[in-house]
């Protein structure tokens, strides 16, 4: 996959995440090194012409506040330690609002990020073994809830990681 629409954390709890991976760097797990970011949608490529449209329903739409409350696994190929989020009706209905959006003018969409299928998280890892994320949790220890702010909405090619914003800074 190639480019993917990612809801950027606002500063502090941008921080709090990075504080987080930085605990977990230091024992040696492999660490997510992107924007702490929600992502709400992955596929081939997203058209300019999509992309311009993406920004102007994003305009309309209050970005919801997310609280990060959990930590768990994101199973795909290999397993990653992520900080799940609480997926009320706010959340959701922006994802909806991106996915019709999306629908039919993407090519390539990757069946996870769907609604119905999507579990809203936000990276602490890369891929670890399924051994390794017992125990990279553990490293963790308790976690209080984060509520987060969306500072940012844009597009990442997730080859480079260059951001493209379409709200935000």
Same mark, same amino acid.
């Given at each position: 996959?190639?480019?993917?629409?990612?809801?950027?954390?606002?500063?502090?709890?941008?921080?709090?995440?990075?504080?987080?991976?930085?605990? /977990? =760097? %230091? *024992? &040696?797990?492999?660490?997510?090194?992107?924007?702490?970011? #929600?992502?709400? @949608?992955?596929?081939? $490529?997203?058209?300019?012409?999509?992309?311009?449209?993406?920004?102007?329903?994003?305009?309309?739409?209050?970005?919801?506040?997310?609280? /990060? =409350? %959990? *930590? &768990?696994?994101?199973?795909?190929?290999?397993?990653?330690? #992520?900080?799940? @989020?609480?997926?009320? $009706?706010?959340?959701?209905?922006?994802?909806?609002?991106?996915?019709?959006?999306?629908?039919?003018?993407?090519?390539?969409?990757?069946?996870?990020?769907?609604? &119905?299928?999507?579990?809203?998280?936000?990276?602490?890892? #890369?891929?670890?073994?399924?051994?390794? $994320?017992?125990?990279?949790?553990?490293?963790?220890?308790?976690?209080?809830?984060?509520?987060?702010?969306?500072?940012?909405?844009?597009?990442?090619?997730?080859?480079?990681?260059?951001?493209?914003?379409?709200?935000?800074?």
């Amino acid at each position: 996959m190639a480019e993917a629409l990612d809801f950027v954390l606002d500063d502090e709890p941008a921080e709090i995440v990075r504080r987080m991976r930085a605990r /977990l =760097a %230091t *024992v &040696g797990w492999p660490v997510s090194d992107s924007d702490p970011a #929600v992502r709400f @949608a992955l596929a081939n $490529a997203i058209p300019k012409t999509v992309r311009a449209q993406l920004a102007e329903d994003l305009r309309l739409l209050v970005l919801p506040e997310l609280w /990060l =409350a %959990t *930590v &768990g696994n994101a199973l795909t190929g290999e397993p990653r330690l #992520v900080l799940a @989020a609480v997926p009320d $009706a706010e959340l959701l209905a922006a994802h909806t609002l991106v996915h019709d959006t999306l629908a039919g003018r993407v090519k390539g969409a990757a069946a996870r990020y769907l609604p &119905g299928q999507w579990v809203p998280h936000c990276p602490l890892t #890369v891929e670890l073994t399924h051994g390794q $994320a017992g125990r990279a949790m553990s490293n963790l220890g308790a976690i209080r809830p984060l509520r987060a702010k969306v500072a940012a909405v844009g597009i990442t090619d997730t080859r480079t990681g260059v951001f493209h914003p379409l709200r935000g800074s």
